[in-house]
């Protein structure tokens, strides 16, 4: 159902159900007889051919009733192209009413769940089939408490915005994943993941994660393709495997893998990070003072740095992914240049200073940032933001600065009230997030040299390219019209929040 709706956006739960009882038939007469001629197709390829046999397909996608027309993979590639995210002609999911949600979840189960399912699906259509599932449990353990509650309507009121919250998360996230893989190709990904589970399982051995971040690279690529069925499967079976092992990868996971399979992932995903080792030695000593160290990077470069990001990612749970990338990338590019010279240590001597001289910065970027919203509120913090991306790309319209304004204003709203050591990882997180939607856009409407640069030059520095961009000296403005500017008596009178939209635009 989920690998359907996501692709046929527009088709409705009775259509969708037919499609997905005929692959249901099929799996149940292949597991009879394996070796039946349309037995041996993948399982993208069998959902592609029933879409493409779908006889209104052209009546209702237009133009992409001709990518029945290619061979696979091109196929799924160009059915992807036509997924639209967040679509107009979708709307939000609509809970039955409070009175009746109860009595109808109790006499149909399977169909209630299903609609929720099928509008999250239609709607996301980047979204992971493991997520959806997770957030369909969530709405049935919401229901299942919230009917036994005298006011169902305002319990499940509550529910619905963790829910959501939960929803947009997951979207983003996924959607930054299968962008990073996209754009900066398996390598980077598997940099970032590395970074990242070694923060969170800090004393998982280097060969553990290096499997779990091989395997994790190979199921997104499954999902971000849309097959969904390999997607869960591979991922429940990478969950399993994990949990197995609880005592070589985390001591925070036990309630996790408690749960329903369903779960288990999500509760991963949103796991705290475990407890790092004591006593840690410093890197120090093995990276830089090291006599042996260009002949560990020459023999094996791209192993040689995996260890070293790995060792630097499991003594720093504070910083973000994308600083943790750019020490790695730092060191590497100060290897690369030292490790030609007579003297190779000398070279490479002053790496410690120069590394928390990069450090500081960053986080005095997080901290100017905070200390501003603190003292001057949200609505001061947009104005600011406005004014300076404003200058960075004024070819963008009034709406998408506004936007993404709004976008980085919630940022700071939500990581700076975090302790100060979560600051920095919460910010550099989020915005990414936020570049990365944007930068997607620009692709089809590029804004100028230098926000392009930004978005392509290198993942880990996308932030701090963006934070150094000045004024766009190319940019011709038009000429001064005086009817841009709209001072209607509704610009004080209007309601506080359209005021506030008004004065920043």
């Known amino acids: 159902l989920i690998t359907f709706a996501q692709y046929l956006q527009r088709c409705s739960y009775d259509g ?25 197709k993948s399982l993208p390829s069998i959902f592609l051919d029933e879409i493409c046999q779908v006889e209104t397909l052209r009546d209702s996608y237009g133009a992409m009733a001709d990518c029945c027309a290619k061979a ?5 590639e160009c059915f992807l192209s036509f997924k639209v995210p967040q679509p107009d002609f979708v709307q939000p999911y609509q809970r039955p009413a409070a009175d009746v949600i109860c009595q109808e979840y109790q006499d149909n189960r399977v169909s209630f769940l299903g609609q929720f399912i099928y509008t999250i699906a239609r709607r996301n259509p980047g979204l992971y089939a493991p997520s959806i599932l997770s957030l369909a449990s969530d709405y049935e353990h ?34 930054h994943f299968c962008g990073i893989i996209k754009k900066f190709g398996d390598r980077i990904f598997q940099a ?6 070694s923060q969170k399982y800090p004393k998982a051995p280097f060969s553990e994660l290096i499997e779990l971040v091989r395997r994790s690279l190979g199921i997104t690529k499954e999902c971000c393709s849309g097959d969904m ?8 079976e ?23 399979v369903v779960e288990r992932s999500q509760c991963l995903t949103e796991a705290e990070f475990d407890d790092k080792p004591e006593d840690l030695p410093s890197l120090v000593e093995r990276y830089v003072q090291n006599q042996d160290v260009c002949k560990g990077f020459e023999a094996d470069h791209d192993g040689f740095l995996s260890e070293f990001l790995y060792e630097y990612g499991r003594r720093h749970p504070e910083f973000s992914t994308q600083l943790i990338l750019r020490v790695a990338k730092g060191y590497e590019a100060l290897l690369e240049k030292c490790c030609k010279t007579d003297n190779p240590a000398e070279c490479y001597g002053n790496a410690v200073e120069d590394l928390n001289k990069h450090i500081k910065e960053t986080q005095d970027v997080v901290k100017t940032n905070c200390d501003f919203l603190n ?49 920095l990882s ?47 000296t190319k940019y011709v403005p038009p000429p001064f019209d005086p009817q841009v500017f709209d001072f209607d008596e509704k610009l004080c009178s209007a309601p506080p929040a359209e005021q506030e939209v008004k004065q920043a635009k």
Do not use: W
């Not at 970032?192 to 589970?197: E, Q, S, T």
């Not at 069925?229 to 429940?236: F, G, H, N, R, S």
């Not at 092992?245 to 309630?255: A, E, L, M, R």
């Not at 949200?378 to 933001?385: N, Y």
């Open 16 to 40: 969708l159900s037919k499609l997905v009882k005929d692959v249901v038939d099929l799996a149940q007469k292949c597991v009879a007889n394996e070796d039946a001629p349309e037995c041996t």
């Open 72 to 76: 696979d993979p091109e196929r799924n």
């Open 142 to 175: 919401a229901i299942q408490k919230c009917c036994k509650e005298s006011d169902v309507g305002a319990c499940l009121d509550e529910k619905a915005v963790a829910i959501k919250e939960r929803a947009k998360k997951s979207s983003l996230k996924q959607q």
């Open 192 to 197: 970032n993941l590395l970074a990242r589970l």
């Open 229 to 236: 069925i390999e997607c869960m499967d591979d991922k429940a």
């Open 238 to 260: 990478l969950v399993s495997d994990i949990c197995s092992k609880q005592d070589v990868f985390s001591s925070k996971i036990k309630d996790c893998c408690e749960k329903p």
């Open 375 to 423: 003292n001057h509120g949200e609505a001061d913090f947009l104005k600011a933001i406005l004014t300076r991306y404003t200058k960075k790309m004024p070819q963008v319209s009034t709406d998408t600065l506004y936007e993404i304004g709004k976008k980085m204003t919630a940022v700071g709203t939500k990581c700076c009230k975090l302790p100060e050591d979560r600051r």
């Open 426 to 472: 919460c910010s550099e997180g989020y915005l990414s997030f936020v570049i990365q939607d944007f930068c997607r856009r620009q692709e089809t409407s590029p804004v100028n040299d230098n926000i392009s640069h930004c978005c392509s030059d290198s993942y880990a520095y996308r932030r701090p390219c963006f934070t150094a961009l000045g004024v766009d």
